[in-house]
Structure formats: C-alpha cells, structure tokens
C-alpha cells in the first residue's frame, strides 16, 4: 500500500524533540499563551516576511477573526459582500457568513485552480469590500495583478493561505501570508506545517488589526478581566505551538521534498487520460496535495483501489452544492463544478520513497 500521506512517519522524526518540548511546558506550567506561543509567533512572523503573527485555535477561527476584526476597526460592515473562490475548502465560506458577510463565489483558471485578477473583476460591485484569496492546493494565485486589482477598487485583500505555508512569489520573493491586509494560515495535521491537532494563525502588517484581534481571541481582553470589545476563545495551544516550533525550521526542506515528487510527476507521467494541474513556477507551489484531473472518476478510483494507492478527493462537492449553503445551489459555476467532479489528489509527502513515486507514475501511466 503506498499511502497518501504517512503522518507517523513523517513525524516520527521529531518524536525526541516533540517530548523534550512537552517537558518544557510542563515544567513551566504555561499553558496558555505562555512563551512557546509567544516565540512561534515570532518565530512564523519572520518565516512569513510579516511584522505580526496571532496564533489562533484553527484556522477557521483565524480568517472570521481577521473579518471581525475588520468589522470593529470599520473597513467592513455586516452584510458587505465578500469576493471568494468556488474551489476551496467550505471553511473559507464559513469564515465569510460567521463575520456576518456575505459571499459571493468566484469561478477559478480551469487549470491552476486559482481565481486570477481576470476572474475576480467582473463581480466587483460597490457593495464588493473585500476579496478572499485561497492558494488551492498549495500555490500561489497571482498576486500582483490581484493586488493591483484590489488597490485600484480600494478593496480590502485578505489570504487563506491554509494550504499554501512557504510558498515563494518568484517575481517579488515575498511568501504566503505577506501579500494584502492579513493572511490566515491553518496548522491541521495534515498541512505542511501541521500540528499535533487544530492550530491556526494569522499573519499581517496592520498593526490596527493585530491590536483588535490580540484582545477578541482572549476574550476582548486587553488584560486580565479587562474586557475592552467583545470577543472569543481562541487561542493556539502552548503544547501545539512547542510542536510547531520544533517543525517551523523543517518545512522549507519538506517543501523541496514535495517540489521533487511534484517535478517527477509532471514530467513522467504520460497519459491522456489524466490532465496534470499547471503549475507557473516550482517555488510558487508547495504541493500541499497534487491534484489530477479524469473524466471518470469512479473507474479511476477503482483503478488505483486494485494496485493499493491511496487518494483523496479535495473536495468532492463544491461548496454551494452543500446542505449548508443551500441558499446558492441555484448559481452558475460550471468551471467549479467541473473541477469538484474530476478532480482526485494522489500521494505526495516528504516521507515518500523514490521507489513508491516511481510505482505512482508506473501505474497511472498504464491507466
């Protein structure tokens, strides 16, 4: 079986380190917002190229705080309209309707997934004051033509950088998490950087925003039992953030490791019938997943059941063919759609061996 993602192998090699750090905190009993935290903030500040990072308790959390956050400061009211991709994870959308915004779902390059500056323009409305990017799988959208975009109709211009930790601009040399306003970053376990459960963070340069956000994830509060605006628990636990601090000098290195699988890929797989994804430049993609598109997806399914390679559908309905957001299944977004019904995401990770790539390509090769 060659696994999508091998979790325990992966962090398997910072087990010494991960209990030299838990004997930390519990010798230091900090277990919120203590010094682990205080030092990956820091410590992913100056990763990302930003002044101020808040780690948060998800990163959910850490796109609706940005939004609320932006509500209080003034720059958004509730009901504003908020630009986002129709490919994305629904967490995305959910950020937007929990801020008490309003959505409106953008078709994507059929081909690197991304919303693009092209895509984005015509729904600009004077109700629009904001825009959403999501780096989909791991690369970067096009973040100059996209900033212009946003300066030229003074839109607020945010990023859910969730899938995208490390990703490199070549033109500029500015990573996820330092373009527009702010930038929310999750740290599920399975993201490059990943935790040891749910952590989030944002990333900004607005001091305004990192004041407002600072008090509303602890309560609104400015010190203790000072409660100065309203606001809400979530905070990056002390634990997760010692573990992230021991994987925050490792990712460029994983990075490159899912770069080379990635570079494999696109040029020894050879087959008709998988379209592979575009990618405009290696450094700009980190490959949080490698997704490929087929045109039967079940019969590709099964094909890869039978030789014992494990995927993963990211994500097999769009998010306005959800239950949940029933109120937009009714909108034309054919390029998203198409997207959600062929895409499948196959194995890619550090811990892959060169023999198991090799088998990969072998296989979807003979498909």
């Given amino acids: 079986m060659i696994k999508f993602l091998d979790l325990q192998k992966i962090n398997a090699a910072y087990k010494a380190q991960f209990q030299q750090k838990l004997e930390t905190v519990l010798n230091n009993s900090q277990f919120i917002l203590g010094t682990e935290v205080a030092e990956f903030e820091s410590n992913f500040a100056n990763y990302c190229g930003t002044k101020y990072c808040l780690g948060t308790a998800n990163g959910l959390d850490a796109l609706s705080l940005i939004l609320k956050g932006y509500i209080h400061l003034g720059k958004l009211q509730v009901g504003d309209v908020v630009l986002i991709p129709g490919v994305t994870f629904i967490a995305t959308a959910q950020a937007i309707v929990n801020a008490g915004l309003e959505p409106v779902f953008v078709e994507p390059d059929a081909l690197s997934f991304n919303v693009t500056a092209e895509t984005l323009e015509p729904h600009i409305s004077s109700n629009v004051k904001a825009i959403v990017v999501v780096h989909v799988y791991g690369q970067l ?6 900033e212009a975009l946003a300066s030229t ?13 490390g990703a490199v601009c070549p033109s500029s040399g500015k990573k996820a998490g330092s373009f527009g306003n702010a930038a929310a970053f999750s740290f599920y376990p399975t993201k490059n950087l990943g935790a040891l459960g749910d952590a989030g963070a944002i990333t900004t340069n607005d001091l305004g925003l990192y004041e407002c956000v600072q008090k509303m994830r602890n309560y609104g509060c400015s010190k203790k039992y000072r409660h100065e605006i309203y606001g809400v628990n979530s905070r990056l636990d002390e634990i997760q953030a010692a573990f992230l601090n021991v994987k925050l000098p490792f990712l460029d290195v994983a990075n490159s490791a899912r770069q080379s699988i990635a570079t494999r890929y696109l040029n020894e797989m050879q087959n008709d019938k998988i379209l592979l994804p575009k990618v405009e430049h290696k450094n700009a993609h980190v490959f949080y997943v490698f997704a490929v598109r087929v045109a039967n997806r079940l019969d590709f ?8 390679i494990e995927y993963v559908i ?9 239950l949940a957001f029933s109120k937009y ?18 194995p890619i990770s550090p811990v892959m061996e060169y023999e198991q790539v090799s088998d990969v390509i072998k296989a979807l090769n003979a498909y």
């Avoid at 959208?141 to 996209?146: K, L, Q, T, V």
């Avoid at 399914?301 to 014992?308: E, G, K, P, T």
């Avoid at 009714?330 to 499948?344: C, D, K």
């Fill in 314 to 322: 990211h994500y097999p309905t769009p998010i306005h063919k959800q």
């Fill in 301 to 308: 399914l099964a094909y890869l059941d039978v030789r014992q």
């Fill in 329 to 346: 299944k009714n909108l034309n977004l054919p390029i998203t759609e198409a997207i959600h019904a062929s895409v499948v995401s196959i």
């Fill in 153 to 165: 109709h003074n839109l607020l211009l945010i990023e859910d950088a969730a899938q995208a930790h």
């Fill in 141 to 146: 959208a096009d973040m100059s033509s996209i």
